[in-house]
């Protein structure tokens, strides 16, 4: 039997603190971004960011919305362990493809965190793909609520908020964990 924590939550949320979390107590996580960049590097194709957004659209579209969980399944299966965590469910057909595959041993669990909070946690982190004003993270909010996240959010059995420091967020990840 695998148990699984699956995180869903806005852009810049705290998806990856919570993965590292996990990470750090051997537990480990599969990122389902992971799964689309190994399907542009099998088709021969760059890594880019053009590249995987595109490959990610033509899956969702020619293998269903669930397209990208339905690959994580036989990966989670394979590894054969107690316990994995999936980084970036995205939709509600995603949720349900990993309930129908592991029942009660998948629970998803929502990440909250205020825009403004999140905001100036993406100021802090300066990744390379990063938006440079409040409106940008507004316009990846809304394109990532498009996509469903907000009722994939809805679908959570388990709400965590983090809106205060770090030490205080992973303790809680470890309090589920445990
Ligand atoms: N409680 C916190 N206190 C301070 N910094 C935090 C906290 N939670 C997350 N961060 C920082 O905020 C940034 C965004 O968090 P993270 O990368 O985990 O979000 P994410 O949900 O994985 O984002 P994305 O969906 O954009 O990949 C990171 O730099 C992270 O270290």
Known sequence: MTRILA????????????????????????????????????????PTDANTGGVGTELRETEGRDAVARRCVPKIKEADSDF?????????PEVECFKEAFGDDFTLVSIDSPLEVRFARVMARKRSDDMQDIDALKVRDERELGWGMGEAMDKADIVITNNSSLEEFSKKIRALVE
């Open 84 to 92: 994995i965590g999936i980084d970036g469910v995205r939709s509600v």
């Open 7 to 46: 995180f869903v939550g806005m852009p810049a949320s705290g998806k990856s603190e919570a993965s590292a979390v996990l990470r750090r107590k051997g537990i480990a996580v599969i990122n389902m971004g992971d799964v689309i960049r190994e399907e542009v590097v099998r088709r021969g194709l760059e």
